[in-house]
């Protein structure tokens, strides 16, 4: 049976930025089920997390120095404990892990947690440690299960890695388990088009990984210059009704409506 789902078909013919539509695809996924946040928060703790249980999640919440995770974990008291960084293609930027784990609570119970591809472990993996050993933050306890999953305690907190199928087949059995059927097709379609931005696409002449890599490290420099200016509401949360998406007519994009 084909794994490709219709996300995975229509989502690279509209934009290149992968990495936020798959983040704001998976935060829908824990607002809308319970069971999936406890889930996501479960699967934190079977590779090393430690810290509180019960979160609430945010896209885009921006830190000190420039420090904008995907995803932010954060505790009742306001404490943001769980940073979760998508990735596909794309490099990781300065503040990434060290910038990250420097952002975690001083008791180390927090985690900076990065899911991608199975094929990026090797090399993903290398360089975290790699960036954590360079700037002092001191490496041990490293443990895991390649290429699906590995954790390493350091000074200031764990920094794990976790792929995409892994993760994904882990909330969708539960939701299967607690007989929420809707919530475990929505979270296979999510796993078709990780699946998917896993493979070798070409768009045009330049393949999708190339475009969103170079893409992708450009908005990590534009992050510095327009922090202030960009969302300077508060982190948007699940408190009413999403705006809905509609399309700008042969531009490709989407456009709130």
Sequence with gaps: MNQHSLLAHVAPRLTTQFENLATESLLYLLEQYSEARVAFVDLASTVGYVGPRDLTFATQVHMEYGSIPDLVGTTEGGTNVLLVESKFWASLTPNQPTGYLNRLPQNGEGMVLFIAPERRYEELWQQLVARCN????????????????????????????????????????????????????????????????????????????????????????????????????????????????????????????
């Design 134 to 257: 360079s700037e002092g933050f001191e490496i041990s306890d490293e443990t895991g299960e390649s290429p699906t999953w590995c954790v390493a305690r350091t000074s200031k907190g764990r920094v794990a890695f976790v792929s995409w199928s892994f993760a994904l087949g882990h909330l969708e059995g539960r939701l299967e388990k607690a007989g929420q059927d809707r919530g475990a097709h929505e979270v296979w379609q999510l796993r078709g088009l990780c699946q998917r931005l896993a493979e070798p696409i070409r768009l045009g002449n330049t393949s999708w990984g190339a475009r969103s890599a170079r893409r992708k490290c450009g908005r990590s420099s534009a992050r510095w210059r327009d922090a202030l200016s960009r969302r300077t509401s508060s982190p948007r949360r699940a408190t009413g009704p999403r705006p809905v998406l509609a399309p700008t007519t042969g531009s490709g994009t989407f456009r709130a409506t």
